[in-house]
């Protein structure tokens, strides 16, 4: 197999790993592809892909970092939470990537449902407010999706130009 298409398979499979982890919990998603995407420009030199287009990737990558951080807690604030919650919220995520899938998807919940409760919320509100940052978390998770195949547009873009 020659070396460039080596280089190419691997760029492939860090994109397709990169495109699962953006739904899925324990792998940095949109690190991945845009690692994918920067190995497929060096395999080809750089002739195709340069410096604007992967600085755009890079900015979109960092992009979709902070949205994955900030998604949960801004759902549980539009849903009135405490600054517990909205804490807790934070926390939930945190310690959710420890736990794999079920630790990641239910983190935001219990989080701000525990820091509710414990800033005096009735169980209801509580409820409410996790409901709230679950799907800041799904928003968010959707939104780096969106990223992800902003990217690869950007990126065949680049090459067919």
């Not at 900030?70 to 009135?80: I, Q, R």
């Not at 794999?100 to 169980?123: K, R, W």
């Amino acid at each position: 197999m020659d070396l460039h298409a080596l280089w190419y398979v691997l760029a492939t499979i860090l994109v397709i790993v990169g495109l699962v982890g953006t739904v899925l919990p324990a792998l940095p998603g949109v690190p991945l592809v845009f690692c994918g995407l920067l190995l497929a420009a060096w395999a080809d030199d750089f002739a195709h892909a340069g410096v604007f287009t992967l600085f755009v990737l890079g900015a979109l990558t960092v992009l979709a970092l902070g949205i994955d951080f900030v998604a949960g807690v801004l759902g549980a604030k539009k849903v009135g939470a405490s600054r517990y919650a909205v804490i807790g919220a934070a926390l939930g995520t945190l310690l959710g990537l420890f736990f794999g899938l079920p630790g990641l998807l239910l983190g935001p919940f219990v989080g701000a449902l525990a820091g509710e409760l414990v800033a005096g919320g009735t169980l209801r509100k509580a409820t409410g407010v996790g409901v709230g940052a679950w799907l800041g978390f799904l928003v968010g998770a959707i939104a780096k999706l969106a990223i992800c195949f902003a990217m690869l547009g950007i990126f065949a873009l680049a090459f067919l130009a």
